[in-house]
């Protein structure tokens, strides 16, 4: 066998070596950009899982709906009671009065 022979082979085969290098090179030259990208947002996504850990926590401190319903209608009774009170401190008022009216018209009626 002669090596004239085997040169279109040669060439073939460097050809298709080339081109599948160029092919490569073509499909992997947007891995380093797309993997530092995917590395950014893998930083990010833990960033926001730690934001939202953070905010789960401090909702856990707040009421929730039946508890602030349950607070609403314990200021309603409050609420209710202190009118009452209110009332019931006029009253006492009132009949402070009738009794310091009295205590002087009798003192008046002494002297």
Excluded at 5 to 33: C, E, H, N, R, Y
Excluded at 37 to 49: G, T
Aim: glycine share 2%.
């Amino acid at each position: 066998m002669d090596l004239q022979d085997l040169m279109p082979w040669l060439s073939a085969t460097a050809l298709i070596i080339s081109l599948g290098t160029s092919v490569s090179t073509f499909l992997t030259s947007g891995a380093k950009q797309n993997s530092k990208k995917i590395a950014d947002l893998d930083e990010a996504a833990k960033a926001l899982e730690s934001r939202v850990q953070e905010i789960e926590t401090e909702m856990r401190h707040l009421p929730d709906k039946d508890a602030v319903h349950r607070l609403e209608l314990t200021l309603k009774d409050m609420s209710a009671e202190i009118i009452k009170i209110g009332t019931s401190a006029e009253q006492s008022a009132r009949t402070t009065a009738r009794v310091e009216a009295y205590l002087l018209e009798q003192n008046k009626s002494r002297a």
